[in-house]
């Protein structure tokens, strides 16, 4: 039967999303399904794996009855996932011992604080790029050794398998003969070598974490096994090789298109996460990560980053729990009824502030409010956050030399004109919006068929299709008062 597809696996903070793309790199066809969370304890955030899973296999059943296609059309499968969560699980039954640890949650902070105070700091940033953070997976895996009953001597016995996200949806995928991950989800553990590509062993040891715990880290474009119709059940007979796993925010830097150094983009997400490719050597800078952005065709791409831990979720969280939103509103139109904020700043520091500053004991809070201040001043200062916690890494790296003329743009809150006008008017420099604005599905599709030679890198270069730029119109001196206030609101919530 003739191969008509590539499958892409999207599964993010908020969604579990499958899409079908064509041959000629178009996605033809989605399907998702929600990924809720628990909150079992103030600061704690959980998943629950099999729900997790069940919620991708849904989606991708979905999306193949839209087109009533059979596994035989399909030609590869790529997988792409938010980044740092974790699980452990069983290896002979697949069960897992404790929901997954999301992201965001903060059960870890006593295991961060003991390393620091038996002085890692230093070792986990010079070895992995990244921090002594609870936001990075190393604490969590820690923190399931140590907290649930017998895990450790089970790890140690060989008995259990660890992963994040993207290697629990591929053993499940694959019927559980496949426990692997790639370079650029490996980089996001903090317990990964930027120079050597493998598990850090100094880190593994420090941390307590058995190495053969952990998948073995490969290249993005690797065999990573293949999908039988009868393990996931999906029509069709002929089973389906997996042939890319991708880090989401590397997977949309590679759907944007961006291959030279320097080359930029920023993803408007439930985070949002600004990503600088940044060449063939790592570069770490002051107060942001660095990690593997892929390995493909045996050569690997570094990128800088500054990730948002709060971006579209302090929308979702106007919404929900503050109540200035209604169930049917439009942001926009909302945000719109005012000029400005009247001087009003959000600062959604709900799990503390990342990049740059790492405050991770920072609150949120909305400042500058006055008696005429209304739920419009507040929506359009949550819209306006957004465009300022990017400045606030694009300065950082502007003040190491990199170069940003422009910036691609792309996530479901891009869509915003609104948004992508005051983030050029912040920024000073153009903002170029894609015709298609879901580049991380793309992204690892697009290496997933290269894996079976349907497609060449160049190929996604020449596809990518601009919508809009956004020039900026403010005034510089408005533009410098405006991020001026934002500073000081920031310092509200910092103490600096």
């Known amino acids: 039967m003739t191969k008509r597809y590539v499958m892409a696996f999207d599964e993010g903070s908020t969604s579990a999303r499958t899409v079908l793309v064509s041959l000629d790199g178009r996605i033809v066809a989605e399907a998702r399904n929600p990924v809720v969370p628990r909150f079992p304890r103030p600061r704690w955030v959980e998943l629950d794996p099999f729900a997790l899973w069940g919620a991708q296999r849904r989606s991708m059943a979905a999306v193949m009855a839209e087109v009533g296609a059979v596994t035989d059309e399909i030609a590869a499968v790529g997988i792409t996932t938010h980044r740092e969560s974790c699980l452990v699980w069983d290896r002979r039954t697949g069960e897992p011992i404790h929901p997954a640890l999301m992201w965001m949650s903060k059960q870890t902070d006593p295991i961060v604080e003991r390393w620091r105070a038996e002085g890692l700091d230093d070792e986990f940033r010079a070895r992995t790029g990244l921090f002594n953070d609870s936001f ?17 001597a089970r790890a ?18 694959t019927g559980g003969r496949s426990h692997l991950t790639d370079h650029s989800e490996a980089s996001r553990t903090a317990l990964f070598s930027l120079e050597t590509l493998d598990w850090d062993e100094r880190l593994l040891e420090a941390c307590g974490i058995p190495s053969g715990l952990l998948p073995p880290a490969v290249a993005s474009d690797a065999e990573f096994g293949e999908m039988r119709p009868a393990d996931v059940g999906l029509p069709g007979a002929a089973p389906v090789p997996v042939t890319a796993v991708m880090a989401d925010q590397q997977a949309g830097m590679f759907g944007q ?5 320097g080359s930029a983009k920023n993803t408007y997400g439930t985070a949002s996460v600004l990503t600088v490719n940044s060449g063939d050597r790592p570069d770490v800078l002051d107060g942001l990560t660095a990690s593997v952005g892929w390995t493909v065709g045996g050569t690997t791409t570094y990128e800088a980053e500054g990730v948002v831990f709060h971006s579209g979720q302090t929308l979702q969280w106007m919404r929900e729990r503050l109540g200035v939103l209604g169930g049917g509103d439009d942001i926009a139109a909302v945000a719109s009824r005012v000029p400005d904020t009247g001087g009003v700043y959000v600062v959604p520091a709900f799990a503390g502030l990342s990049a740059p500053y790492w405050d991770r004991e920072a609150r949120a809070s909305i400042v500058g409010l006055t008696l005429e201040s209304g739920a419009e001043h507040v929506v359009r200062a949550g819209v306006e956050a957004m465009a300022y916690q990017t400045r606030d890494i694009v300065d950082v790296l502007v003040a190491s030399g990199t170069a940003m003329p422009a910036l691609k743009v792309d996530g479901g809150a891009a869509g915003s004109d609104l948004l992508c006008q005051f983030q050029a008017d912040i920024l000073g420099i153009p903002v170029c919006r894609p015709v298609e604005l879901e580049r991380t599905a793309l992204g690892v599709a697009h290496v997933a068929g290269m894996g079976v030679e349907l497609w060449r890198q160049s190929d996604l270069s020449d596809r990518w299709a601009l919508d809009r730029v956004f020039e900026p119109q403010m005034p510089e001196a408005r533009r410098e008062e405006l991020y001026a206030g934002w500073q000081a609101a920031v310092r509200t919530v910092t103490g600096g």
């Open 136 to 152: 990075f997976s190393a604490a969590k895996l820690a923190w399931l050794l140590e907290n649930v009953p017998g895990a450790r």
């Open 156 to 173: 140690e016995n060989g008995e259990l398998a660890a992963g994040t996200v993207d290697t629990w949806l591929l053993w499940q995928l």
């Open 257 to 261: 298109a961006c291959f030279e150094p």
